[in-house]
């Protein structure tokens, strides 16, 4: 037996889903989006090489006899998904300002949790829960957080459902409808893609803080005008 056919690498999801099939990607979704030490799982790519390994060009990525079942993806992916968000938000409710609260951690930091309300107060609940999806790090992050900031239960559940299916579903039907096309440069171009679905996603939160760093840069440049103008008046006065 070759042993090294049985390593995997963690970071890798063409390795992760050769050697786990469908229901460890399955099992990884839930991991990355519900146990908080998931969020190094590289969940994004992983969705659209399983996308691709369910299509007709499967064999040409992964080898033959490794074609993964759609409709067992499109099912088993956002209930995963879903269920990981859940008990990540319950975890938060939970035990979420003990686990933030503590100054020596490197990981569940308080500064997540301000940043987070900032975030949510900003976009609004939805909206925030829905976006995070297509970002990493941040959909691990993000369900923990609304626990420990008390987003109501039912809402949280409603958005994590419709955040949880897009994210799922679109990632794998960009991998399956476009796998013949993706196959032959899959090593080389699948990164930069991932990363360009992602800028797209958050791109409603990068135009909002171009716009916060022009609002203060103008109030700044407001502030410095009218102390010119006090200085002055108290000159003239004086003289």
Excluded: C
């Amino acid at each position: 037996m070759d042993y090294n056919q049985l390593a995997v690498n963690l970071l890798d999801a063409k390795s992760l889903i050769s050697s786990l099939g469908a229901i460890g990607l399955i099992a990884i979704i839930f991991a990355e989006t519900g146990l908080l030490v998931g969020f190094f799982f590289p969940g994004d790519s992983l969705l659209i090489i399983a996308g691709v390994a369910s299509s007709n060009a499967a064999s040409s990525v992964l080898g033959e006899g490794t074609k993964l079942p759609i409709a067992a993806l499109l099912i088993g992916a956002p209930l995963a998904a879903i269920a990981g968000a859940q008990l990540g938000h319950l975890i938060g409710v939970k035990v979420g300002p003990k686990m933030f609260d503590k100054p020596e951690s490197k990981i569940f930091r308080r500064e997540y949790v301000l940043k987070a309300e900032e975030y949510f107060n900003k976009f609004g609940p939805g909206k925030a829960v829905v976006l995070a999806r297509f970002m990493p790090i941040v959909r691990t992050f993000l369900n923990p957080v609304a626990g420990t900031l008390e987003m109501p239960a039912r809402t949280f559940f409603l958005w994590n459902v419709i955040g949880g299916v897009l994210w799922t579903e679109s990632m794998l039907l960009i991998g399956y409808f476009f796998g013949d096309a993706l196959a032959p440069v899959i090593d080389r171009y699948l990164i930069p893609a991932v990363l360009l679905i992602v800028l797209l996603s958050i791109s409603p939160i990068l135009i909002e803080v171009v716009r916060e760093r022009k609002k203060k840069k103008a109030g700044g440049a407001e502030a410095a005008e009218a102390e010119t103008a006090q200085a002055g008046a108290g000159r003239h006065r004086r003289g």
